[in-house]
């Protein structure tokens, strides 16, 4: 199995090689050369538990570390998940919800973020290498990332966030980790003061390849393969008669995409619903064929406060049939002009889109509560409200992406009273807390990096 970049103008490339490098060189994203098709492993895999799964689904994709190592590796992965199976699979309201929030951090993202973590460590240990993750949060992805490399000896970890800006708990989550290779940037600006800066240190080609910058972001192709498993997972447990439709929170398009590989290589799934905030151009897109960028609108929905979703380019790469000829006059016109456009839809045959309005997600999670006692957060809200939008034959299983006590004030207030806690979440009260405040500088940032690696290397 190789490694390709949608924009077709880097050298294929191995699977560690593809976990080290994140964004291709040319600017793509990184994609395998071949789709494994499992259609005649159905039945052998059905009854596997999800760490088992895991295994023999990412060995397929992966030819350069031994089955044992990545066993191993993926056991260490998910042994800090409060599940038994670290997934949770429960029947609410007609709907299956599939909770993948039981990690570390109580976000899905820790599905994804604990294995990369240890491939870097893995990789690195057998490379000699040290690498810099240099990453920027508005809230979720930040604690996630800190959690997945915490404690590592080859990684260090900079996350800038904006001062005041991150709910407290968030940042508690984040600056309570204090292993010495975590450091938590409050950066005296705006979330895209963060984002801006992250892109002229990454741009820095002398900067980035002198200290060995990293990135964790979702275009890493490790995360996209860590969460096809529970898109398996699910529709094995379920898609026995029929074939699943899951229904998808959608905001880099990294979580919906690992569904449709998962749909390519043979899994029992009918259909995928893109689920959006108020921030619908996907929805319009799926609708209309046409993608065209608009202002960020800021909701209770915050992981999905985007405009521009990376991960939908290995989408649009597929689409085109592996043509990146066609996918980069897309790209280009959409970069140059803010709109681009399908001659036609993509067609419902695969996903099918809506979005959500804030007060429709609010009143889900009361409708939730009150008819089931379920207490969802707003996220996996807006999956379920979208899956009661369409009708369709199998049955819907809603990805529940984080715990209701990340998000206490609109859980909180739409139910009337105070149910979204964890006991994570309340001992931070009480911990220790590290960060350093910095000027929303691209020099002061680099003076950070700089300043750790010749601390490390004065041993
Ligand atoms: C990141 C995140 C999402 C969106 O996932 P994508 O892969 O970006 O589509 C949804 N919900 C929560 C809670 C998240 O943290």
Redesign the pocket.
């Known amino acids: 199995m190789r490694y390709v970049s949608t924009r077709g103008n880097t050298p294929a490339m191995t699977f560690t090689d593809a976990v080290i490098t994140g964004l291709a060189p040319d600017g793509g994203l990184l994609v395998p050369d071949e789709i494994p098709q499992i259609a005649d492993r159905l039945g052998d895999w059905q009854d596997l538990s999800f760490s088992e799964l895991a295994k023999a689904l990412i060995a397929l994709f992966v030819d350069d570390i031994p089955q044992a190592k990545l066993d191993e590796l993926i056991d260490r992965a998910y042994q800090g998940f409060a599940e038994p199976d670290v997934v949770a699979l429960r029947s609410i309201a007609g709907v299956e919800v599939l909770e993948l929030f039981h990690g570390p951090t109580l976000?899905?993202?820790d599905v994804a973020l604990q294995l990369l973590g240890q491939l870097f460590e893995y990789i690195l240990d057998i490379r000699g290498q040290h690498l810099n993750i240099l990453g920027a949060t508005s809230g979720?992805?930040g604690s996630a990332a800190i959690a997945g490399v915490r404690g590592l000896k080859t990684v260090d970890i900079f996350i800038m966030y904006p001062r005041g800006k991150v709910s407290a708990l968030q940042e508690l989550q984040m600056t309570t980790v204090l292993d010495d290779n975590v450091h938590c940037l409050a950066v005296e600006g705006s979330f895209d003061d963060c984002q801006r800066i992250m892109k002229a240190v990454f741009n820095d080609a002398e900067f980035k390849s002198e200290y060995s910058l990293g990135a964790v972001n979702?275009v890493n192709w490790a995360r996209v393969l860590a969460q096809i498993v529970y898109y398996g997972y699910a529709s094995l447990k379920l898609g026995r008669e029929a074939g699943v439709t899951f229904c998808v929170?959608?905001?880099?398009?990294?979580?919906?995409f690992a569904g449709y590989l998962a749909k390519r290589m043979g899994f029992p799934i009918e259909r995928l619903v893109v689920a959006t905030n108020e921030n619908d151009i996907l929805s319009v897109f799926f609708e209309t064929g046409r993608y065209e960028r608009g202002a960020v609108r800021y909701t209770v929905t915050p992981?999905?406060d985007i405009q521009v979703a990376s991960n939908f380019e290995r989408f649009l790469y597929y689409h085109f049939g592996c043509d990146a000829g066609q996918l980069n006059a897309f790209m280009h016109a959409f970069a140059t002009t803010g709109t681009a456009e399908l001659p036609q839809p993509p067609g419902s045959d695969v996903f099918l889109a809506t979005a959500i309005s804030q007060a429709t997600t609010l009143e889900t999670i009361r409708a939730l509560y009150e008819d089931c006692g379920y207490v969802a957060?707003p996220?996996t809200a807006v999956g379920i409200a979208a899956a009661g939008r369409f009708d369709i034959p199998g049955p819907k299983v809603c990805i529940a992406?984080?715990h209701p006590a990340k998000f206490p004030e609109s859980v909180n207030e739409s139910i009337g009273k105070e149910v979204a806690r964890h006991p994570v979440l309340d001992a931070l009260a009480g911990l220790e807390s590290r960060r350093m405040e910095v000027a929303a500088d691209e020099a002061a940032i680099k003076a950070v990096i700089r300043q750790r690696v010749a601390a490390i290397s004065s041993g």
């Open positions: 976000a899905f993202k979720d992805t979702s929170p959608t905001g880099n398009f990294g979580n919906v992981a999905m957060d996220h992406t984080a």
